[in-house]
């Protein structure tokens, strides 16, 4: 079944271009909440793909 999810690895290369884009309109108080905001997504989304990991991991292991 196909997920709208990216990869972590997607993630990583969509962040540097989103970061590259963003850099010169955002005012520096603006771009800092927003780094901070895109670094608390990075983190969910590798919680997530460690869950997916280890329920797939769990799933194999009741076969």
Do not use: G, I
């Amino acid at each position: 079944m196909p997920t709208c999810l990216s990869s972590v690895y997607d993630r990583d290369s969509q962040t540097t271009w989103v970061s590259k884009l963003t850099k010169s309109y955002y005012q520096d108080d603006q771009q800092a909440k927003f780094m901070h905001l895109q670094a608390e997504v990075d983190s969910l989304l590798q919680q997530l793909e460690n869950l997916k990991h280890q329920r797939l991991a769990d799933a194999n292991q009741k076969d």
